[in-house]
């Protein structure tokens, strides 16, 4: 069986290099899809929303939800309502992901994408 090659493509064929606007633009797109999920989750989500550090990053055109816990409770707590959180989060993407770090030294951070979702009773 042999193996064909296409011919490397021309500089003019190959997609634009990402520029400082680009990341700007990426980075203000990130901070408002944030806002807005803030604003789309319930009141006690946002409680515990605002009990950890959390924020939004797009990677390879994926929405992604990160959330640092700072201590074993709160991480519970936010982990119990992460079914919550993914029903806001299906607002603004279908193929969304969540990466959830507990505290240091304390377990290792783990993903799941939206479609992934457990039920609030498998969850722990």
Known sequence: MSKH????????DLPPKPTLLDGLLLRQLEEATGKHFFKACDSITR???????????????TLILVIISYDI?????IA??????????KLFSNTAKIRFC??????IPWEMGIDETPDEEDVF
Not at 102 to 107: F, I, Q, T
């Open 80 to 89: 119990k309502a992460i079914p919550q959180m993914v029903d806001s989060l």
């Open 5 to 12: 090659f296409l011919p490397p493509l021309s500089p003019d």
């Open 102 to 107: 507990p505290p240091s030294e304390k377990g």
């Open 47 to 61: 409680a515990l929303l605002s009990s950890c550090h959390w924020y939004f990053q797009i990677n390879a055109g």
């Open 73 to 77: 409770d709160s991480y519970w707590h």
